[in-house]
């Protein structure tokens, strides 16, 4: 059995430190394991946030040698012999302690976007054609870790202006409902702020539900957010309706 | 004592999986003010993990299927114990509950036809189980969770209720700390739903995660309540054995549902010795029971397990039905189960047992408590069906938040006793003042080893009984734990007091088990290998806290009304 070292950051809103700790590695091992190794061994205290162990949950996404992922899901052996592992909260939200961070804004986003709407009279009949692209959407389990590596939430922090890539598909999945009738393009726009999105993907790239979130969620939602407000026959008919 | 929190409202519910949501979103639309409050953030609760399915006649494949049918192999698979009105309300109401999630936004796998799409599971006559692919759970709490924030909810997230508060009978509020800050928090309501799921984590290897230590379990047994049949815990048939530290995570059943066969280390296709009509479709309590005898007698896979192999099907196929399994073992395993088998073997995975409640409302035998989903007892028996637990927190979740919201109409609230707060505040920072004391991470993996070593699948009085005395000497041990750090965020101080649930309902679990000489459903005794029917599969264990101690008894089970024991009679 190899040992590994690992450099954890501690701390909380105030600001903290790299603390090392040495961990036997087991085989199949994962990082979240050596957290809990460090956690019954050595600090009872370290605060990280996991559920399922399984890669179902989305509590535990890090990051890990500065790359946003799933503590459950990354394994130890995907790293050299004798390399240091890094494991940091993630950065687009504020510390709370040590790897928890405070994702709360994301649920006050997701409260805000609105429901699925179907007809009065609907009949409750949909194929399996139409339902997988929502389907796809709806594997997200809500890691944040998309969220986490948006330049616009990341970088720019503009929170007031961007629900983020995880409520772009949530807005594209409600729109994409075969039985769902609401409109939310002006939602989209005015207060999702669609346009933000320069489609640089890398929400795309850390999923790790394999979500096409640019490619299948945000580029078709921002075709229907075009049609309405830059087609020349909606603008035209905009203005005779005086909307 | 420190400053703390209070807040009031008609409903709490405690716990946020699939039957706290559906039961605070029904005690909300009666009207009751309510509050939904859960240690981990909204929408990672346990539900999340459910595979394969929801179990609900809705006859869109089968249509012979109908609630009769579902109802009996609910009882048969339960092998009788089951609280017949549970069973019968479960199987009459889960069809429109199914539809409900579907008018709430839920995209279920469809028929040619456009309806829900239904797949066969062990012990359900007809194909029964609404899913989508293998993320099933995942899709219910995020409708439910949907249909939750937009149902005027107080959500109290990272919130953990520690301690039930009663005046007189009655209970009137319920205390606990926030995680994030270790403060204080004070909940008073004229009534508390339970829905705080299970127990596996008392387990060394168990699909549950870190938040199944019995809470509800426990401080319904410390506030006076009845728990029932607590002996029966189901060992899912396929965990995933190798590597060691994903050991114990669930291989749903839908595997087998979608043609998965079962081989042993000899090739042998074995569930044709043990079940040859229903082969891997068997209930689960016989398939657990069968691969464990296969390992124990040395046709075991290299890693102690049985091969499950579905490759058959065709990699597009498995892909499709089943990716999250096939991600699983790819990610965690480097194992391609579109081109071999994976291993397996049985894992902890849900309690039969629980807090004894009344079908109609889901109240407990205390006033004002209430409880839904897997810390109910009584719905599922000495076994409980696969895809029936998903259509159980539907049910009996929706029955809680109405029986809940009509009980606490129109009282008031009660005064909370300021001495009783600060005893609970102290009883909760004692780990933090003790100069010396155990670690609370150390006791709960030998609590883990004990119970894996001698209340699992097979049981005999000798190796119970040295569970119970083991047991004790943890308890002994857990009464002066200590922990480092702040009251921040504080994971060895979180444990203290889920290690206290879990000591509770290991005691049940051995003792219960001690008490039943017989075998029925996951309960297997090598000493008594038959089942009782004359005698003991008429009895509920009863477990009851009593002059400071836990007292097990039996009780009669409910006969039920001549018109539903005649279904079971027509078919001999």
Wanted: with cysteine; aromatic share 8%; hydrophobic share 35%.
């Amino acid at each position: 059995m190899s040992v590994a070292k690992l450099r954890v950051f501690r701390g909380d809103a105030q600001g903290g430190e790299e603390k090392e700790y040495e961990v036997p590695v087991d085989e199949g091992m994962v990082v979240l394991d050596a957290l809990f190794y460090i956690q019954a061994n050595y600090d009872g205290d370290l605060a990280i946030r996991w559920n399922c162990k399984a890669a179902k949950c989305g509590s535990c996404s890090t990051e890990i040698n500065g790359k946003p992922s799933l503590a459950c899901k990354t394994r130890m052996d995907t790293f050299a012999e004798g390399e240091t592992i890094t494991v940091y909260p993630i950065k687009a939200f504020p510390v709370i302690k040590d790897l928890v961070t405070d994702v709360s804004w994301n649920y006050e986003v997701s409260k805000k976007i609105p429901p699925f709407t179907p007809a009065e009279d609907t009949e409750w009949i949909m194929y399996q054609e139409d339902v997988e692209r929502g389907q796809e959407f709806r594997k997200c389990i809500e890691c944040f870790m998309c969220q986490n590596v948006c330049h616009i939430l990341r970088d720019h922090n503009r929170k007031d202006a961007f629900a983020g890539p995880r409520f772009m598909i949530k807005i594209a999945e409600r729109e994409m409902h075969p039985l769902d009738v609401l409109d939310r393009r002006e939602f989209a726009r005015e207060e999702a702020g669609v346009g933000f999105c320069n489609i640089t993907k890398c929400c795309t790239e850390v999923c790790p539900e394999d979500i096409h979130i640019t490619d299948n969620g945000i580029i078709p939602l921002k075709e229907r957010v075009v049609d309405k407000y830059y087609d020349p026959l909606s603008w035209l008919l905009r203005k005779i309706k005086g909307k | 004592m420190e400053k703390y929190e209070t807040h009031t409202h008609d409903v709490i519910v405690i716990g946020a999986g699939g039957a706290g949501l559906r039961a605070a979103i029904e005690s909300s639309a009666q009207g009751a003010s309510t509050a939904l409050v859960c240690k981990s953030l909204l929408g990672k609760a346990h539900t999340v993990m459910a595979e394969g399915g929801v179990a609900a006649a809705l006859a869109n494949v089968d249509t012979k299927d109908n609630w009769e049918t579902h109802f009996k192999d609910t009882m048969k698979g339960g092998k009788m114990l089951n609280n017949w009105q549970m069973a019968l309300y479960h199987a009459q109401e889960a069809p429109e509950r199914v539809r409900e999630l579907e008018y709430w936004g839920a995209l279920f796998d469809r028929t040619k036809e456009g309806r829900i799409n239904q797949r066969a599971f062990g012990g359900h006559t007809w194909k029964r189980l609404a899913h989508v692919g293998d993320r099933t759970g995942l899709e219910m709490i995020r409708t439910l969770q949907e249909k939750g924030i937009h149902s005027g909810i107080d959500v109290y997230m990272e919130c953990t209720i520690t301690h039930l508060i009663k005046d007189g009978d009655r209970v009137t509020g319920a205390f606990g700390y926030w995680r994030e800050s270790g403060k204080f928090v004070l909940f008073r309501a004229n009534a508390i739903i339970l829905a705080t799921g299970g127990v596996g984590k008392a387990y060394k290897y168990t699909s549950n995660s870190w938040e199944y230590t019995g809470d509800g379990h426990s401080m319904a047994y410390e506030a006076g309540a009845e728990l029932i049949d607590m002996e029966f815990i189901q060992f899912h048939p396929t965990g995933m054995v190798w590597p060691p530290s994903v050991r114990g995570i669930l291989v749903t059943e839908a595997v087998r549902g979608e043609g998965g066969i079962l081989t042993n280390s000899e090739g042998e296709r074995f569930m044709e010795k043990y079940d040859p009509e229903r082969m891997e479709l068997s209930t689960r309590d016989v398939v657990a029971r069968s691969i464990y005898t296969e390992v124990e007698q040395g046709r075991g896979s290299p890693h102690g397990g049985a091969f499950l192999d579905v490759s058959h099907r065709g990699a597009d196929y498995v892909k499709r039905k089943l990716p999250s399994m096939y991600h699983q073992f790819m990610e965690f395993a480097d194992i391609d189960i579109t081109k071999g088998p994976m291993e397996v073997f049985p894992t902890t995975h849900y309690v039969m047992g629980g807090v004894k409640v009344d079908g109609e409302t889901c109240s407990s035998t205390v006033p004002g408590l209430f409880a839904a989903g897997e810390v109910a007892g009584g719905m599922h028996g000495a076994n409980r069906l696969g895809g029936n637990s998903l259509s159980d927190l539907l049910v009996f979740g929706k029955r809680a938040g109405a029986g809940a919201a009509a009980y606490a109409s129109g009282k008031s609230h009660a005064q909370v006793s300021a001495e009783l707060v600060e005893g609970f505040a102290n009883e909760l920072r004692e780990p933090f003042n003790n100069t010396q004391g155990e670690n609370p991470y150390t006791i709960h993996q030998d609590l883990q080893d004990v119970m894996q070593l001698y209340i699992g699948v097979f049981r005999t009085e000798e190796n119970i009984q040295e569970g119970i005395d083991k047991i004790e000497v943890l308890k002994q041990r857990a009464e002066t734990l200590k922990i480092e750090g702040s009251v921040m965020f504080n994971p060895g101080w979180h444990l203290c007091r889920d290690l206290k649930s879990m000591l509770i309902v290991s005691e049940a679990l051995a003792r219960c088990a001690l008490a039943r000489k017989e075998s029925r459903g996951a309960h297997s005794r090598v000493d008594y290998p038959e089942s009782d029917d004359e005698v003991l599969g008429k009895l509920n264990s009863i477990v009851s806290f009593k002059d400071g101690a836990m007292d097990v008894a039996t009780r009669p089970i409910v006969e039920m009304p001549e018109e539903l024991s005649k279904l079971f009679t027509e078919d001999k």
